[in-house]
């Protein structure tokens, strides 16, 4: 696998979607993360080049990219300045992982530092012409986690699933040193749920009109 580390303009490429065909890729893309709320300043991407419920661990907040590599197969992305850069071989459907984010709140400048975002674009043959595509984040919403152990105080570096009933998939994620997790999620049902040997969830609804900054609390059993 071939990585690169030239910064062309204000999109770093750090390496290249392989497919699993095995096919060449020939088109390079930059990918625009777009949001009337806040800026994306930073974040890791992974990319898939089919849309499929992701069963697996996710913990993206310390993943290193040989890690991601070995684990599925492909590259992280870095996002600088809401962009990035990919190459790819023509229209498809492509779903996304983001990890350690930088968000900046447009109103107010707060920072925020999401740990998961996924999301679903078509790229299209125009886009692939034009050499860019906006990933539209306006509909997520900034959601946070706080895991309480069986003591009831909250736990850092504490693994849990948020459970996806669109996708019908979970992932694996981790409380910070803050011992909270920040996601940004599209509306929907969710649930979130304790490891083995503790299998409890519960479960929670984002709304299209939920305010950001929801808490979300889950007590370990």
Excluded: W
């Excluded at 062309?8 to 088109?27: D, R, T």
């Excluded at 599209?186 to 979130?192: L, T």
């Amino acid at each position: 696998m071939f990585y690169s580390r030239t910064l062309p303009s204000s999109c770093f490429i750090i390496g290249l979607l392989v497919l699993a065909e095995g096919k060449a890729l020939s088109h390079n893309v930059t990918m625009r993360f777009v949001s009337r709320d806040f800026t994306v300043d930073r974040a890791a991407l992974v990319l898939f080049k089919f849309q499929r419920g992701l069963d697996g661990d996710f913990d993206l907040l310390n993943a290193t990219r040989e890690t991601i590599t070995e684990g599925v197969g492909l590259p992280i992305f870095r996002i600088v300045g809401g962009t990035t850069s990919i190459v790819i071989d023509g229209p498809a459907n492509v779903h996304g992982v983001l990890g350690q984010m930088v968000i900046s709140n447009r109103s107010d400048g707060t920072v925020l530092h999401p740990t998961y975002c996924e999301f679903t674009v078509d790229i299209t043959e125009s886009d692939l012409l034009g050499g860019q595509v906006s990933i539209d984040l306006n509909a997520k919403k900034v959601v946070v986690i706080k895991v309480t152990g069986r003591d009831g105080r909250p736990s850092a570096r504490t693994k849990f699933y948020l459970l996806s009933t669109a996708r019908g998939g979970s992932n694996g994620l981790v409380t910070d040193d803050q011992r909270e997790a920040t996601l940004l999620l599209s509306p929907g049902n969710y649930g979130v749920a304790g490891g083995p040997p503790t299998p409890r969830s519960i479960r929670f609804e984002i709304g299209e009109d939920e305010a950001a900054g929801r808490i979300i609390e889950f007590r370990l059993p």
